[in-house]
């Protein structure tokens, strides 16, 4: 069974601070990683994909991968309080797998 | 961008009805779908179809069927909606080639009565 684990949270930090958002995985045959974002009664949306060891930067995101420890992390700098909200882990297996596997998300609040 | 719809944001029905729930995508995705999530469980596939007429059991398959005629849309279906089926639905689309990610529609939010 592929497991992806993500603190529920809520992860609170004040506004302008850097969240980190961790996530670990246990098939050591992923391949892609995705940070989704959704806030309350929204659908997900993708904000990051790695799928190569290191650090992958966009802005104000950055998503850090580690094969051999088998995690993965968003940073967020100056963080607003327009973050606020949950974020999924997903990852992919390698093989041609079409199907993500979703961490339960973790809720961030970033306060004023 | 990519653009996944869904039939309608809010859904009210009574237990026993039969219930349609649509999605369509315009970035011809071969992959398609349907997901529903309720609190603490966080998302648990019901069906993905990755061709036309095709379509695989995800997690949660049971007192739900899908269907997929056009490859463009991915409907499910609730034959006899009971009140455990009370969810957000969310539908989502992923082009064929593998690693790619999945987009995801605006979700449509069913009580069922």
């Known amino acids: 069974q592929k497991e992806v684990e993500q603190n529920s949270g809520p992860l609170s930090v004040p506004e302008g601070a850097i969240a980190s958002l961790n996530c670990t995985y246990s098939?050591?045959?992923?391949?892609?990683f995705f940070w989704y974002r959704q806030y309350s009664g929204k659908s997900p949306e993708l904000i990051m994909s790695i799928y190569s060891n290191g650090d992958k930067e966009d802005g104000r995101f950055t998503a850090q991968l580690n094969k051999a420890s088998q995690y993965v992390s968003l940073l967020i700098r100056d963080s607003q309080p327009s973050d606020s909200a949950t974020y999924l882990c997903?990852?992919?297996?390698?093989?041609?797998?079409?199907?993500?596997?979703f961490g339960r998300g973790t809720s961030l609040i970033v306060h004023p | 961008d990519v653009k996944v719809t869904q039939s309608s944001r809010y859904l009210v029905k009574r237990t026993g009805e039969k219930v349609f729930l649509e999605c369509v995508q315009d970035m011809d995705h071969e992959n398609m779908f349907w997901y529903r999530q309720d609190p603490g469980l966080g998302l648990r596939l019901i069906y993905f179809?990755?061709?036309?007429?095709?379509?695989e059991k995800g997690d949660i398959p049971e007192g739900y069927s899908v269907s997929r005629e056009k490859k463009e849309r991915f409907s499910l279906i609730l034959e006899s909606a009971s009140t455990n089926q009370t969810s957000m639905y969310l539908c989502?689309?992923?082009?064929?080639?593998?690693?790619?990610?999945?987009?995801f529609g605006p979700g449509t939010r069913l009580l069922v009565l």
């Open positions: 098939d050591r045959g992923s391949q892609s």
């Open positions: 989502a689309s992923s082009s064929g080639t593998p690693g790619k990610t999945q987009y």
């Open positions: 179809s990755y061709d036309v007429k095709m379509k």
């Open positions: 997903a990852v992919k297996s390698a093989g041609g797998s079409y199907i993500p596997t």
